[in-house]
């Protein structure tokens, strides 16, 4: 699978942000993203299921973001509300070519972007 994560920026607290992974290569169970900030372990940020109906979010942006997935299914979304400083990191999207009940680790997922950079001044 080839995943290509776009969309990162700087933008002042507050602000608004669009993150979208591409990808291609075979089916998915699910997709996810996780951020790395500076000097901290990977961390799960949301994840979707294949049909869209099953979503997940890291209690830190329950609320101010929201995952979403084409039509088509090859493009998945991570809009991100209320940005604040914590929320700087590199972002990466992820895939899964196993079923699950929840996807939630690094342990679920199989596939990798690059990551794409998001800096939020105070």
């Known amino acids: 699978v080839q995943l290509q994560a776009s969309g990162g920026g700087s933008v002042q607290a507050g602000g608004s942000l669009r993150l979208s992974c591409a990808f291609s290569?075979?089916?998915?169970?699910?997709m996810g993203w996780f951020r790395r900030a500076p000097g901290r372990e990977r961390e799960f940020v949301s994840s979707?299921?294949?049909?869209?109906?099953?979503?997940k979010y890291a209690d830190s942006v329950k609320g101010r973001f929201i995952i979403s997935r084409s039509v088509d299914k090859e493009t998945m979304f991570l809009q991100m509300n209320s940005l604040k400083p914590e929320d700087t990191a590199v972002y990466y999207c992820?895939?899964?070519?196993?079923?699950?009940?929840?996807?939630?680790?690094?342990?679920?997922?199989?596939?990798w972007g690059q990551g794409t950079q998001v800096t939020v001044s105070s």
């Open positions: 979707i299921n294949w049909r869209g109906d099953r979503r």
């Open positions: 290569g075979r089916t998915t169970t699910a």
């Open positions: 992820a895939t899964s070519s196993v079923a699950r009940r929840e996807y939630y680790s690094e342990a679920h997922f199989d596939s």
